[in-house]
C-alpha cells in the first residue's frame, strides 16, 4: 500500500523552480523521505532523502513540514533534462535494507 | 561510485523460450539486490529480494519457479525468466544497495524483454 500522494501530472517553466508536492500523513518516527526520479526508459535516479530537517544537494532540495506530514522537493532552475516522473518514498533509515515500494508519482514536464 | 550495471538492455526472445538477465554491481559489494518490473505507464512493482548466499524472497503474486533469481556473489544477482510468454513482456530493472553505511540504493539501467 502507498505511504505517499503525490499529484498525477504538473508542468513547469525552463528555468523557473519546480515544486514538487508529496503528501505522507501515515509516516513514522524512524522513517525517512526519499525522492527518486525516472526518465523514460531508464532506471530510477536517487534524488534526495531527508528525516525532518531540510536537506540540498546539488540536485534539489527537500523541505519538510515540521509535523513531516508532508514534504517538496524544489529543482531551483528546471531544465528540459529535468522531465521525468519523479518518486516521492517514504521508507526506513538508509543503513536498512528495506525495499523501496513505489508510487505512481509525479510525472513533471518541463516546458520550453 | 555505486554504479549498477544492468544486461541485457533489451532483449527479444521467443514465446517459451527463457532469458537470462544479469545485475552488477560495479564499485561495490551488494549483498541485497532488488528486481522490479515495469509495464508501459505503470510504476515499478517489486518483484522479488536477492540476498547474497540465500533464497530470494517474492513478492505475494509473483512466480518462484518462472522468475528464477541467483545471488552467488556479493556483485552478481540474475534473474531468469522461464518459458516466457507474450505477458512476460516488459521493462525489467534491479537494483542494489552498497553493503554497510548509510548508502542509497542504485538501479540498473533496466532491460526492455519482449516475447514474441
Known amino acids: 500500500d502507498a505511504k505517499t500522494t503525490q499529484p498525477p501530472s504538473m508542468d513547469c517553466a525552463e528555468g523557473r523552480a519546480a515544486n514538487l508536492p508529496c503528501n505522507h500523513s501515515?509516516?513514522?518516527?524512524?522513517?525517512?523521505v526519499y525522492w527518486y526520479r525516472q526518465i523514460h526508459s531508464q532506471g530510477p535516479q536517487y534524488i534526495i532523502h531527508?528525516?525532518?530537517n531540510n536537506e540540498t544537494n546539488e540536485m534539489a532540495s527537500l523541505i519538510i513540514t515540521e509535523d513531516r506530514k508532508s514534504s517538496t522537493l524544489i529543482l531551483p532552475h528546471a531544465t528540459l533534462r529535468d522531465t521525468a516522473v519523479y518518486y516521492c518514498i517514504v521508507r526506513g533509515p538508509p543503513h536498512g535494507n528495506e525495499k523501496l515500494t513505489f508510487g505512481t508519482g509525479t510525472r513533471l514536464t518541463i516546458i520550453p | 561510485g555505486a554504479v549498477v550495471s544492468q544486461h541485457p538492455s533489451w532483449v527479444i526472445c521467443k514465446s517459451g523460450t527463457s532469458v537470462k538477465i544479469e545485475c552488477r554491481s560495479l564499485?561495490?559489494?551488494?549483498?541485497?539486490m532488488f528486481w522490479y518490473r515495469q509495464f508501459p505507464k505503470q510504476s515499478l512493482m517489486l518483484m522479488a529480494t536477492s540476498n547474497e548466499g540465500s533464497k530470494a524472497t517474492y513478492e505475494q503474486g509473483v512466480e518462484k519457479d518462472k522468475f528464477l533469481i541467483n545471488h552467488a556473489s556479493l556483485t552478481l544477482s540474475t534473474l531468469t525468466v522461464t518459458s516466457a510468454h507474450p505477458e512476460d513482456s516488459s521493462f525489467y530493472i534491479c537494483?542494489?544497495?552498497?553493503?554497510?553505511?548509510?548508502?542509497?540504493?542504485?538501479f540498473g539501467s533496466g532491460t526492455r524483454l519482449t516475447v514474441v
Open positions: 537494483s542494489a544497495r552498497r553493503a554497510g553505511g548509510n548508502y542509497g540504493y542504485t
Open positions: 531527508g528525516l525532518k
Open positions: 564499485d561495490f559489494q551488494a549483498t541485497t
Open positions: 501515515t509516516i513514522s518516527g524512524n522513517e525517512y
